[in-house]
Nanobody, 117 residues
Framework: QVQLVESGGGSVQPGGSLRLSCVVSGRGFMYNAMGWYRQVPGNQRESVATITRGGITNYADSVKGRFTISRDSAKNTVYLQMNSLKPEDTAVYYC???????????WGQGTQVTVSS
């Protein structure tokens, strides 16, 4: 059974940094793309950053140059390093594992990130 568990969210002032972690249990981490998404109440969930099993990354324009996604296959963990945080980055952040061959997605429970002075 696959489970994704996020951690690392919290409250930070504008300009600050946070690092989110997502540990994947069960099979599949090393074979599948991983991603971070975020959602604000009333809005659709949006992609923030994704990383393929080969390490190719993609970022939303709004976070390019500020956020970095990475993965550690030895730890079954994907990270999102967030620097120069802005109030508009406030959202619930979700970890995702995408199984392209099955067109199936697994999601974590979400972790709140709040950027406020």
């Amino acid at each position: 059974q696959v489970q994704l568990v996020e951690s690392g969210g919290g409250s930070v002032q504008p300009g600050g940094s946070l690092r989110l972690s997502c540990v994947v249990s069960g099979r599949g981490f090393m074979y599948n793309a991983m991603g971070w998404y975020r959602q604000v109440p009333g809005n659709q969930r949006e992609s923030v950053a994704t990383i393929t099993r080969g390490g190719i990354t993609n970022y939303a324009d709004s976070v390019k140059g500020r956020f970095t996604i990475s993965r550690d296959s030895a730890k079954n963990t994907v990270y999102l390093q967030m620097n120069s945080l802005k109030p508009e980055d406030t959202a619930v952040y979700y970890c995702n594992m995408h199984l392209a061959w099955a067109d199936k997605d697994y999601w974590g429970q979400g972790t709140q990130v709040t950027v406020s002075s």
